[in-house]
């Protein structure tokens, strides 16, 4: 069991441009979860989803970011026009329906 | 909206000490209270957890206590080890298992000194 794997792990983009951070939840998770972690500071929910569908998007910010979950392949968390206060680690989890989550390695943004 | 509080921010402990973090929390509907252990270059993993309807969980060296009333809970490490080096985060929550929502604390950072 390979475990929540996230890529890239390290993501430099300068302004302006797009950044796509990928999540393949651990086999047999439907439920996938996107976190936002500041230096020195705690993880901030972002984004629950369930295959195809959108759960909870309330920690999302409402301009340039999205995320989905396909029926076939990962979760995409897609950060357009990146500013530098998007640099940040991102996380992922999965998690089995009621079941404990599991986090993944994260992906380290970096924007010039 | 400051709804989780952590404190000490950071810890050092000798080898072989009891490493105490506290967690304050405002929502009294939050129903789990768990701990994250992280290290640096990965992401946070369950370390312990507790329910409102018990008062202390012990799992190895490491024990939640859980104060209802004061709406507090700890994390106690005893004979604390070099490897127990992390940061901690206490997350609360509501109903996690349907939510994945956790409101995780600013983190304590743990350093144990050999």
């Known amino acids: 069991n390979a475990g929540v794997m996230q890529n890239p792990r390290h993501l430099v983009r300068r302004r302006g441009q797009e950044a796509r951070l990928r999540c393949s939840p651990m086999?047999?998770?439907?439920?996938v979860y996107w976190y936002r972690q500041l230096p020195e500071e705690g993880l901030k929910f972002m984004v629950y989803l369930q295959k195809e569908n959108i759960i909870d998007e309330s920690g999302m910010p409402k301009e340039r970011f999205s995320a989905e979950f396909p029926k076939e392949g990962p979760s995409i968390l897609r950060i357009q026009q990146v500013v530098r206060g998007d640099s940040a680690a991102y996380f992922c989890?999965?998690?089995?329906?009621?079941?404990?989550?599991?986090f993944g390695s994260g992906t380290q943004l970096s924007v010039l | 909206q400051q709804q989780v509080k952590q404190s000490p921010q950071s810890l050092i402990v000798q080898k072989g000490g009891i490493s105490i973090i506290n967690c304050a929390y405002e929502n009294t509907a939050f129903d789990y209270f768990p701990w994250y252990q992280q290290f640096p270059g990965k992401g946070p993993a369950l370390l312990i957890a507790?329910?409102?309807?018990?008062s202390e969980k012990k799992e190895g060296r490491f024990t939640i206590s859980f104060n209802k009333s004061a709406k507090q809970f700890s994390l106690h490490i005893m004979d604390s080890q070099p490897g127990d080096s992390a940061t901690y985060f206490c997350?609360?929550?509501?109903?996690?298992?349907?939510?994945?929502?956790?409101?995780f604390g600013q983190g304590t950072t743990l350093q144990v000194k050999p």
């Open positions: 989890a999965s998690s089995s329906p009621g079941e404990k989550l599991f």
């Open positions: 997350a609360p929550s509501i109903n996690p298992g349907n939510t994945g929502k956790l409101i």
């Open positions: 086999k047999g998770h439907s439920h």
């Open positions: 507790i329910r409102p309807d018990v």
